[in-house]
């Protein structure tokens, strides 16, 4: 006998849990499947996000962070700790405890908010009266009818080809995040947002780290000032990134992996290194949803097709998140759940792709909402621009890190917040100042005449409001 539901979530992500909750919370009966299996093959709800990402890199990029600073800080601050020892298994067992307490929450809040959560594989049967048959394969199998079906099932680290991920050698960010010894020599292929966390990381740790990107530019999509104090900080740090390399063939040995490259002299080069992560983007993941069986359209990446609302081209079936068009974001699929549930209740749900927040949480931390100047002066915008250096900033200098700036771009003529970029301590932090900004849709002047607190970083954002005007008063 079938279990009938009015919302089947496929997924349990970011975008898929949060769908879940959102649409309980509104009075639906809701079921959310999802397939993940921690260590001893039990439910380990959160995705890619608090399995293998987000949550565990930020852990490790902590971690690695006071080791750093233990290492090469703490001395400034007249703390004198002798030789600092790594502990790399008890760092590891930290972050998977992190991991861990995220699961469990998310089983938690499935109770709490009287979500049945299914163990196992979700797929498309039929379509039946008044909505769709699911099954679920796991540890014990069931058959669900569904009202409303969402999928959330994320996506997957796109391998290189004739470079399969065997997690031991050639890691994908599964892998490099559960390494059981600091390698000597670690290569990089990617130097996105994955690849710049994953490096520095290791970095820190320990590792020499050679990072090989084929765009001749760095981080092309962040505004070109910030990623340029960015690539000067990771340069200091000893981080080597070559830029516009095409790479060849990869040959993975017991004793470690070769990558054949050429540099954007045209030169043939060889990279030989104990390991090696690749992190070339992600691929949306329907695998053994059977979307074919059921006529859910693709796209010629693998993406469920959907429409500006989340809507399938099947009535009753919505996709989310990292599966669909637009950023791969765990916030970005958390905000379509949200919506999708709201939509779902006759709600008028609703994402600002404008105003979605991007960061980096490498040292310094880069974070940006909104246009960069690129992308204005491409559109041929009339625009103003102001900033402000954290080595003018007082809590920078007493925290002991000024590197970096804020930038402020505004429209010429009426002022509106365009775009906000950050390079420097706790930028993931001061960009939501200018979330909410944008999506007021303030004037940089708004912001200059706020009462910011003192000291505090976010004293820069207000200045480098006030540089649009060309009035900072601390610099
Ligand atoms: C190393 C790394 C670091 C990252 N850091 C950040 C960050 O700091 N900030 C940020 O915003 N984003 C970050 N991301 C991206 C973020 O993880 C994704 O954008 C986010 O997880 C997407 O959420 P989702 O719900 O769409 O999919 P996912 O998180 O991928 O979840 C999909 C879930 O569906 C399950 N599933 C798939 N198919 C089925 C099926 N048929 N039946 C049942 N279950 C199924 C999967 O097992 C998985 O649990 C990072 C990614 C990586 C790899």
Known sequence: MSQQFDVIVIGGGPGGYIAA?????????????DEWKNAA????????CTNVGCIPSKALLQSSEHFEHANLHFADHGIN???????????VGRKDAVVKQNNDGILYLFK???????????????????????????????TLIGKQVIVATGSNARALPGAAFDEE???????????????KKLGLIGSGVIGLEMGSVWRRLGAEVTILEGLPT?????????????KKAFDKQGLKI???VKVGEIK???????????NAKGEAQTLEVDKLIVSIGRVPNTIGLNAEGVGLQLDERGAVVVDGDCKTNLPGVWAIGDVVRGPMLAHKAEEEGVAVAERIAGQHGHVNFNTIPWVIYTSPEIAWVGETEQQLKARGAAYKAGTFPFLANGRARALGDTTGMVKFLADAATDEILGVHIVGPMASELISEAVVAMEFKASSEDIARICHAHPSLSEATKEAALAVDKRTLNF
């Open 21 to 33: 909750i959102r649409a309980a919370q509104l009075g639906f009966k809701v079921a959310c499947i």
């Open 112 to 142: 709490k908010n009287k979500v049945t959560f299914f163990h196992g594989r979700g797929s498309f049967v039929k379509a039946v009266d008044g909505g769709y048959e699911i099954a679920v394969k796991g540890a014990k199998d069931d």
């Open 169 to 183: 050698n050639i890691l994908s960010n599964d892998g490099a995040l559960r390494l059981g010894a600091v390698p």
């Open 252 to 262: 993975s040995a017991k004793k470690g992996v070769s990558i054949a490259y050429t």
């Open 218 to 230: 760095f981080l092309g999509a962040v505004d070109e000032q910030i990623a340029k104090e960015a």
């Open 41 to 48: 093959g039990g439910p380990a709800p959160g995705g890619t």
């Open 81 to 91: 700790v002798g030789s600092v020892k790594l502990d790399l298994g008890k760092m």
């Open 242 to 244: 070559e830029l516009g």
